[in-house]
């Protein structure tokens, strides 16, 4: 299982930024996609997952900025996030497994960093 997230960067507060997931090694439309976010020295915070069909959950701190979808045909997850807060600057983590939260996620990639300044 490989999973290569890119599209991190340095964005101003109000800005967007969309992060995508590579997904290979796996029959990925088998399986749950998502997202987590670490701030350096706190814990991993859950920020969206998104079923197979397409039905996707969020964090309720995401929750109306950020869009989950998926791309079953070219094993690719995108997270659009919008409405950019200074609290949005974390590593993002995609992670593949069998449910939508943390506990249900089994393979993760390496990260994207995501940093919200002016």
């Known amino acids: 299982v490989q999973l290569v997230e890119s599209g991190g960067g340095l964005v101003q507060p109000g800005g967007s930024l969309r992060l995508s997931c590579a997904a290979s090694g796996f029959t990925f439309s088998n399986y749950v996609m998502g997202w987590a976010r670490q701030v350096p020295g706190k814990g991993l915070e859950w920020v969206s997952g998104?079923?197979?069909?397409?039905?996707?959950y969020y964090a309720d701190s995401v929750k109306g900025r950020f869009t989950l979808s998926r791309d079953n045909a070219k094993n690719t997850v995108y997270l659009q996030m919008n409405s950019l807060k200074p609290e949005d600057t974390a590593v993002y983590y995609c992670a593949t497994g069998v449910g939508v939260g943390l506990d249900g996620m089994n393979y993760w990639g390496k990260g994207t960093l995501v940093t919200v300044s002016s």
């Open positions: 998104i079923y197979s069909t397409g039905t996707a």
